[in-house]
């Protein structure tokens, strides 16, 4: 059965002043009248119950789960004891499913993306699913079509097409590939040789495979990791749980599943995901994102007032739908305000990540 498995740990500082370590921004209404983790739930309930799902999330984050989802049973939720990144946090999912499903698929999304087309996108994970079940050894991701030549997302390069009877059940609605290599975050220059050819695709991070093989891989590529979740899984019949998951998962050394399996590994699969996806990364995404609502000179004000004089392509939002701004001969600002503190900052850095604010 397909069981979906919601990462919701990260804590989004690029998205400060409104993401913080204390409410990151997967818990946030940053788009539309709903948090990205409800959303990213309501996404896929149509085809995997709420009985197959699982949130896996930081440990100081359990509370902001309740209070999105009242009376949610706690068997649905995953708690980190510390980050540890998505390879470990991957595996702790797939030993938490294993023991409910001994043949289980796994659909794992990020918990703060945006996706609009949600039949197509509920499609393209039911291709990839059916792809595992044709072939259990089969590590399948979703990657999206650039939109432009970005130095923010890793990229996938694609090889030929998938062959057999479930890639031709799907022809000519949703195409797969095998995948030549990954690509991590190059440079702008690089980005645009990338675009050129035609054959990338943004990682969206999106994954789906069985729990079995995931666990394989990683005792093939990260052992020390696999050594330490069957010392978790087997804490379960112990019943010290607990103690033994705080200890063994901080142990754990820091690494995404890409860096762990995904560039180590292969019989890996790409399918061509169509649906329109944001992973909203920085500010900057609100302008793709609300593309149709921004004035004659290119601003964007969300929930705000402006006064813009010789002032072209900002972003304006603000948490007082009342509060008036006023901008006089500046181009492509961002201007983020809450209650707590004010970001004004040029679009090129704010793109860039290399900046951070300490919350205080």
Same mark, same amino acid.
């Given at each position: 059965? /397909?069981?979906?498995?919601?990462?919701?740990?990260?804590?989004?500082?690029?998205?400060?002043? =409104?993401?913080?370590?204390?409410?990151?921004?997967?818990?946030?209404?940053?788009?539309?009248?709903?948090? +990205?983790?409800?959303?990213?739930?309501?996404?896929?309930?149509?085809?995997?119950?709420?009985?197959?799902?699982?949130?896996?999330?930081?440990?100081?984050?359990?509370?902001?789960?309740?209070?999105?989802?009242?009376? /949610?049973?706690?068997?649905?939720? /995953?708690?980190?004891?510390?980050?540890?990144?998505?390879?470990?946090?991957?595996?702790? &999912?797939?030993?938490?499913?294993?023991?409910?499903?001994?043949?289980?698929?796994?659909?794992?999304?990020?918990?703060?993306?945006?996706?609009?087309?949600?039949?197509?996108?509920?499609? %393209?994970?039911?291709?990839?699913? =059916?792809?595992? =079940?044709?072939?259990?050894?089969? +590590?399948? %991701?979703?990657?999206?079509?650039?939109?432009?030549? !970005?130095?923010?997302?890793?990229?996938?390069?694609?090889?030929?097409?998938?062959?057999?009877?479930?890639?031709?059940?799907?022809?000519?609605?949703?195409?797969?590939?095998?995948?030549?290599?990954?690509?991590?975050?190059?440079?702008? &220059?690089?980005?645009?040789?990338?675009?050129?050819?035609?054959?990338?695709?943004?990682?969206?991070?999106?994954?789906?495979?069985?729990?079995?093989?995931?666990?394989?891989?990683?005792?093939?590529?990260?052992?020390?990791?696999?050594?330490?979740?069957?010392?978790?899984?087997? !804490?379960?019949?112990?019943?010290?749980?607990?103690?033994?998951?705080?200890?063994?998962?901080?142990?754990?050394?820091?690494?995404?599943?890409?860096? &762990?399996?995904?560039?180590?590994?292969?019989?890996?699969?790409?399918?061509?995901?169509?649906?329109?996806?944001?992973? +909203?990364?920085?500010?900057?995404?609100?302008?793709?994102?609300? &593309?149709?609502?921004?004035?004659?000179?290119?601003?964007?004000?969300?929930?705000?007032?402006?006064?813009?004089?010789?002032?072209?392509?900002?972003?304006?939002?603000?948490?007082?739908?009342?509060?008036?701004?006023?901008?006089?001969?500046?181009?492509?600002?961002?201007?983020?305000?809450?209650?707590?503190? %004010?970001?004004?900052?040029?679009?090129?850095?704010?793109?860039?990540?290399?900046?951070?604010?300490?919350?205080?």
């Amino acid at each position: 059965m /397909l069981h979906a498995i919601f990462l919701a740990g990260g804590v989004g500082t690029r998205l400060w002043p =409104e993401s913080s370590q204390y409410r990151p921004k997967q818990f946030l209404k940053i788009v539309g009248d709903q948090t +990205l983790l409800e959303t990213t739930v309501r996404r896929v309930e149509p085809m995997v119950p709420r009985e197959r799902q699982l949130i896996v999330t930081g440990q100081s984050m359990i509370p902001l789960v309740y209070e999105l989802f009242p009376g /949610l049973d706690p068997n649905r939720i /995953l708690a980190e004891p510390v980050g540890r990144n998505t390879a470990p946090s991957i595996g702790l &999912a797939a030993i938490r499913v294993l023991r409910d499903d001994p043949d289980a698929t796994m659909v794992v999304l990020p918990a703060d993306q945006i996706v609009k087309q949600e039949q197509l996108f509920r499609e %393209t994970v039911r291709f990839a699913a =059916e792809l595992v =079940e044709e072939e259990p050894s089969r +590590l399948v %991701t979703l990657g999206t079509r650039p939109a432009f030549p !970005s130095p923010a997302y890793g990229y996938i390069e694609q090889n030929e097409p998938v062959t057999g009877s479930t890639a031709e059940k799907w022809s000519g609605r949703i195409d797969a590939f095998s995948v030549r290599r990954f690509h991590e975050k190059p440079n702008r &220059a690089k980005a645009k040789e990338f675009l050129a050819t035609g054959r990338f695709r943004w990682n969206a991070g999106i994954f789906v495979w069985k729990a079995r093989t995931i666990l394989e891989q990683l005792r093939l590529h990260e052992p020390e990791i696999a050594d330490r979740l069957d010392t978790i899984a087997s !804490s379960v019949i112990c019943g010290d749980f607990p103690e033994i998951l705080d200890r063994e998962f901080t142990a754990m050394k820091k690494i995404s599943i890409d860096y &762990a399996v995904l560039e180590r590994a292969e019989n890996i699969l790409v399918l061509a995901a169509n649906f329109d996806w944001d992973d +909203l990364g920085t500010w900057t995404a609100l302008d793709r994102i609300h &593309a149709d609502e921004h004035d004659a000179a290119g601003n964007l004000v969300l929930n705000a007032k402006l006064h813009a004089t010789a002032a072209q392509r900002n972003i304006v939002k603000s948490h007082d739908s009342n509060h008036l701004f006023a901008l006089v001969g500046v181009d492509d600002l961002v201007v983020i305000q809450t209650a707590e503190a %004010t970001l004004i900052a040029k679009k090129g850095d704010i793109e860039s990540g290399e900046w951070r604010v300490n919350d205080h």
